[in-house]
């Protein structure tokens, strides 16, 4: 599923950093704590690799 937004994206991309043991799981705020837990390697990769051209800050419909 691809991000809806760019803090979505950017988010997805601080869980899979997490999961992939690159970063301190304890380092994570917000919607990428929740991400990393809720979430498989291949859909946070999937998610984080999204094109940003286009997309919104912020996804006006979940806000």
């Known amino acids: 599923m691809p991000a809806k937004s760019k803090a979505q994206q950017k988010a997805a991309g601080a869980a899979l950093s997490a999961k992939r043991g690159e970063t301190k799981k304890s ?18 990769k999937e998610m984080a690799s999204t094109k940003r051209k286009g997309k919104p800050e912020h996804d006006a419909k979940s806000a």
């Open 27 to 44: 380092e994570l705020k917000g919607a990428s704590k929740s991400m990393e837990k809720s979430m498989s390697e291949k859909e946070l």
